[in-house]
């Protein structure tokens, strides 16, 4: 079952003094995020939760957290094993691998249970064989599982997104009356660096505060 990739902030940390941690601002993390800066981005929603995995090899599905020693909690695994029977899979994959990415939160996983009382499960990203779905057809694959899906919160410049987040500026989480975590990012066309990686940013309210 193949983790899911590491996604950069922004910019790069100052490594030591009295800013120690905190973003340097006018240092990118990745040439790339400097180049695209002006150009147009869509925005998701960040949750507050853990990572959850859920593969299917063709014949039978796994689950999985952010790796493979992640220890999930029961109540959640107990929730995504009747939320998504492979019956489900079989109809909207067949015999070919996929892996749906997204995010358990709730009571007992996010403190204090601010986004509901129970617990929950929000896509945002499939892989398809080595093939990252574009949005639309992760949406469609929502709609066949059943599962709630990640917001669409905003497609504007990156330049932009981190002024909205830097000021606070987000709307209420699309669960509860919560802020969200912040936003995750990437290109309106989906593109990837020479090392193949994809390009994807992460935007946190704390990051600023």
Same mark, same amino acid.
């Given at each position: 079952m193949k983790e899911y990739h590491k996604i950069y902030s922004p910019f790069v940390r100052h490594t030591d003094g009295p800013l120690k941690n905190k973003f340097d601002q006018d240092a990118w993390a990745k040439p790339e995020f400097e180049y695209l800066c002006d150009k147009p981005w869509m925005f998701t929603e960040k949750i507050n939760g853990t990572n959850i995995r859920i593969h299917w090899d063709g014949h039978k599905a796994a689950l999985g957290g952010r790796t493979d020693n992640a220890q999930l909690p029961a109540k959640l695994v107990e929730m995504l094993n009747d939320s998504f029977p492979e019956e489900l899979f079989e109809q909207a994959f067949g015999e070919s691998e996929a892996t749906l990415y997204g995010e358990g939160f709730g009571a007992g996983i996010q403190k204090g249970g601010v986004y509901r009382q129970d617990q929950g499960f929000a896509l945002?990203?499939?892989?398809?064989?080595? @093939? @990252?779905?574009?949005? &639309?057809?992760? &949406?469609?694959?929502?709609?066949?599982?059943?599962? &709630?899906?990640? =917001?669409v919160v905003a497609q504007v410049?990156?330049?932009?997104?981190?002024?909205?987040?830097?000021?606070?500026?987000?709307?209420?989480?699309?669960?509860?009356?919560?802020? =969200? &975590?912040?936003?995750?990012?990437?290109?309106?066309? =989906?593109?990837?660096?020479?090392?193949?990686?994809?390009?994807?940013?992460?935007?946190?309210?704390?990051?600023?505060?």
């Open positions: 945002f990203d499939v892989r398809v064989g080595d @093939w @990252w779905l574009k949005r &639309e057809d992760v &949406e469609d694959v929502a709609s066949k599982l059943g599962a &709630e899906i990640v =917001p410049t990156l330049n932009h997104m981190i002024h909205v987040v830097r000021c606070g500026a987000l709307p209420s989480s699309a669960w509860g009356n919560a802020k =969200p &975590e912040g936003v995750v990012g990437t290109p309106v066309v =989906p593109l990837f660096n020479r090392a193949g990686e994809r390009i994807i940013v992460k935007i946190k309210y704390k990051d600023f505060t």
